[in-house]
């Protein structure tokens, strides 16, 4: 069974630019959630879909991140514009569904703002 | 928002040697997950926890839900390098949606 695809593994962006990240979940799965891990921390929740709908993004800075899963399989995360601080790993994970205690991970894609 | 606080923040062991490692949280869980992260990839499930005082192993490792379901830890018995890595611990509460990490405990086994 293939995992959590993540795309690009790498990006270096300057301050104020804009940057996409993308994630395919494993096939079948109708939850998926996009994490921040910045360095010597813990994964942080941004935002969590069940199929095509938003179940909680109370964490997303909305001011400058989105996402969206438009036909409920892949997504894509964007910061418009970046700052330093949201230098990070982003990981995407995915469950069977909400009430699924499993969330399975992507490898991440590490975010380096300059 | 939920905290988890997960202690030690690193540990350096000699192979064979026990380890342990907890998690405490502000508010109760109704499960609780023990993650491993190696260097460059995510974090990827070993123990799952679904009842107080419910006590699980897999293979070397043993984990327990404490019983006030605000805390948890995990064991690594006979530790080898290949143990070394970042653990994880995560809870869901009784809403059931979020999935909370604590700090991260940073294992390094010396040979």
């Known amino acids: 069974e293939a995992g959590v695809a993540q795309s690009p593994r790498y990006k270096i962006i300057e301050k104020r630019q804009s940057v996409a990240f993308w994630c395919n979940p494993i096939s079948g799965h109708a939850t998926l959630y996009w994490y921040q891990q910045i360095l010597g921390q813990g994964p942080k929740l941004l935002i969590q879909?069940?199929?095509?709908?938003?179940?909680?993004d109370s964490q997303l800075p909305k001011d400058r991140f989105s996402a969206e899963r438009l036909k409920g399989v892949d997504s894509t995360l964007k910061i418009q514009p970046a700052k330093l601080e949201d230098s990070a790993v982003y990981l995407c994970?995915?469950?069977?569904?909400?009430?699924?205690?499993?969330?399975?991970f992507g490898q991440g894609t590490r975010l380096t703002v300059v | 928002g939920q905290q988890l606080n997960q202690s030690p923040q690193s540990m350096f062991i000699q192979e064979g040697e026990d380890v342990s490692m907890n998690c405490t949280s502000s508010?109760?869980?109704?499960?609780w997950l023990w993650y491993k992260q190696d260097p460059g990839e995510g974090p990827v499930l070993l123990i799952a926890?679904?009842?107080?005082?419910e006590l699980t192993s897999n293979g070397r490792l043993t984990a327990q839900f404490g019983i006030t379901r605000k805390d948890s830890f995990l064991n690594i018995s006979a530790s080898i390098p290949s143990d070394v890595g970042i653990y994880f611990c995560?809870?869901?509460?009784?809403?059931?949606?979020?999935?909370?990490f604590g700090g991260g405990t940073r294992l390094m086994v010396k040979p």
């Open positions: 879909f069940q199929n095509n709908g938003v179940v909680d």
């Open positions: 995560a809870g869901r509460d009784n809403a059931g949606n979020m999935l909370t």
């Open positions: 926890l679904y009842k107080a005082g």
């Open positions: 994970a995915s469950s069977p569904d909400t009430g699924s205690t499993e969330a399975f």
């Open positions: 508010s109760i869980f109704n499960t």
